[in-house]
């Protein structure tokens, strides 16, 4: 029987793979990844983190490419759309923060216990 604990599912935005190479997020974001090899959180990205990063700079995706493998990968859902739209119609992020609601979206539908993120303008 196995008695130890599931690892803390995290929901990791676009901006967490990209700190990885900013020097104020670097050691925030490369401590983060390091537990997720460790098997201490689990890391959830979504298709909207991956059409984001395909902008990225080459590190970042190679980065992210990396991580991949040892994430679960969420795909847009019709209940994460609803979702997004009742916080934008509740007024809780602005129609120029419609992504972050997605992600935010995204991430509830996944059930996942926290979200990650280094945008201190509509998510933190």
């Not at 604990?5 to 676009?14: F, K």
Request: charged fraction near 20%.
């Amino acid at each position: 029987m196995n008695t130890s604990p599931s690892p803390i599912r995290v929901y990791a935005d676009t901006s967490v793979f990209g700190g990885v190479f900013d020097e104020i997020f670097k050691t925030a974001s490369r401590t983060f990844f390091q537990q997720v090899q460790e098997g201490r959180f689990q890391l959830v990205i979504s298709s909207l983190v991956q059409k984001e990063i395909e902008l990225a700079p080459i590190p970042v995706r190679d980065w992210f490419d990396e991580f991949a493998k040892l994430a679960e990968f969420i795909d847009l859902t019709d209940a994460a759309l609803q979702l997004r739209n009742a916080y934008l119609e509740a007024g809780i992020v602005t129609p120029k923060s419609v992504a972050d609601a997605l992600h935010v979206a995204l991430a509830t539908v996944a059930r996942c216990h926290w979200i990650l993120s280094w945008n201190f303008k509509h998510l933190v």
